[in-house]
């Protein structure tokens, strides 16, 4: 079984705005890009997907940035997976591995699906009584310091 990057870089994304001490002014794409080591596009397209999802919410201007939209407590992990990549098992899985048919030669009488049903109810369960909260308390660690370096264009010649 693999999660996706989106899914993984996303949650992690979510868990740097969550941990983020100030969260009236919140954090910076940039601040979390140095933070986790994630490129300032693709930060920038999970924090727009997050923002879509009901999140994140942001503050602009100069002093603003990213901040969660509801209290950890209120933010499922299940809630945040399934956006930012949808479920292990869809009720679709069977008729995309059908090979050279047109449907799956197995759909009256199929025993892996109940494998794939049992696995993500099993996934389900566990995900939807996480709390991005409970993720928090699990790690402990401080968001890491980051100091954002002033960009200047060398000068060619």
């Known amino acids: 079984m693999k999660f996706s990057s989106q899914e993984e870089l996303g949650l992690r994304i979510l868990l740097q705005i969550a941990r983020h001490p100030d969260q009236v002014r919140g954090i910076t794409i940039q601040e979390i890009s140095a933070a986790e080591g994630i490129t300032i596009p693709n930060v920038g ?36 997976l ?32 109940v494998v794939w049903q049992k696995i993500q109810a099993a996934v389900d369960d566990a995900l939807r009584t996480m709390t991005l909260a409970e993720l928090m308390s699990h790690g402990k660690a ?15 010649s």
Do not use: W
């Open 45 to 80: 397209k999970l924090v727009r997907l997050l923002r879509l999802g009901g999140f994140v919410g942001s503050n602009r201007g100069q002093n603003g940035g990213y901040v969660l939209a509801r209290k950890s407590a209120d933010i499922r992990i299940s809630e945040v």
């Open 142 to 156: 401080e968001p890491v310091p980051v100091q954002i370096m002033e960009f200047r264009p060398s000068v060619q």
């Open 82 to 113: 399934t956006m930012l990549g949808g479920r292990l098992y869809e009720s679709g899985y069977c008729q995309r591995f059908t090979e050279t048919e047109d449907d799956c030669s197995h759909t009256l009488d199929c025993t892996v699906r």
